[in-house]
């Protein structure tokens, strides 16, 4: 079965610390992940996906295929990162539905 | 600039009528989507459509239904609209990686 799971519902950190949001999936194959965010009062978005391996507003995400993670890493937050982030996932077949995550707000304080 | 849109943003319905919830996207993407978000339990999936007239049930089909004549357009039917549908309905489109959402509409079943 296909599934997504953030651990955390909440995280806060200070301005200036390190952000981890945890990600971890199961699928039969080899999914093609990413991370989406939603800044308040505007339309989810993508904020980076594994296949093009680059870093977004600071924050890069690894596929671990061991341990089958995608995390959310950043090594300095800033309030602007203040958002609520959702890991998802989708097959590799065009017609592909993709899978989310519960999400995990992130909370920056200053 | 793709664009994805949710004809309501805001909707109050009663318990027991029939709901439409109309979403167009002017991309010519294949892939059209519609999720609920709910706090703490992220975006489920409830139907996605890989064609015109083609669709395959989500996580959470039951008591909804979907029609989709035309490429551009995605529609959502609440059979029966019960209180427990009252949500955040979110619509999307992708050619087949990143998705891409409307606004949203917040559904209130009274």
């Known amino acids: 079965a296909q599934r997504v799971t953030q651990p955390e519902k909440l995280l806060s950190v200070f301005k200036g610390a390190p952000v981890e949001l945890k990600c971890n999936y199961s699928?039969?194959?080899?999914?093609?992940l990413f991370w989406y965010v939603q800044y308040s009062r505007q339309r989810l978005q993508l904020l980076l996906r594994?296949?093009s391996r680059e870093s977004i507003k600071g924050f890069t995400a690894d596929l671990n295929k061991g341990e089958t993670s995608f995390h959310l890493k950043k090594p300095f937050a800033q309030e602007e990162d203040s958002a609520m982030y959702y890991c998802?996932?989708?097959?590799?077949?065009?017609?592909?539905?993709?899978?989310f995550g519960s999400g995990t707000r992130l909370s920056i304080r200053p | 600039d793709v664009k994805v849109t949710q004809s309501s943003r805001y909707l109050v319905k009663r318990t027991g009528e029939k709901v439409f919830l109309e979403c167009v996207q002017d991309?010519?993407?294949?892939?059209m989507f519609w999720y609920r978000q709910d706090p703490g339990l992220g975006l489920r999936l409830i139907y996605f459509?890989?064609?015109?007239?083609?669709?395959e049930k989500g996580d959470i089909p039951e008591g909804y239904s979907v029609s989709r004549e035309k490429k551009e357009r995605f529609s959502l039917i609440l059979e029966s609209a019960s209180t427990n549908q009252t949500s955040m309905y979110l619509c999307?489109?992708?050619?087949?990686?990143?998705?891409?959402f409307g606004q949203g509409t917040r559904l209130t079943v009274v």
């Open positions: 999307a489109s992708s050619r087949g990686t990143e998705a891409f």
């Open positions: 699928y039969s194959g080899s999914p093609e």
């Open positions: 594994h296949i």
């Open positions: 998802a996932l989708r097959g590799y077949s065009s017609a592909s539905k993709i899978i």
């Open positions: 991309m010519d993407h294949e892939n």
């Open positions: 459509s890989y064609d015109v007239k083609m669709k």
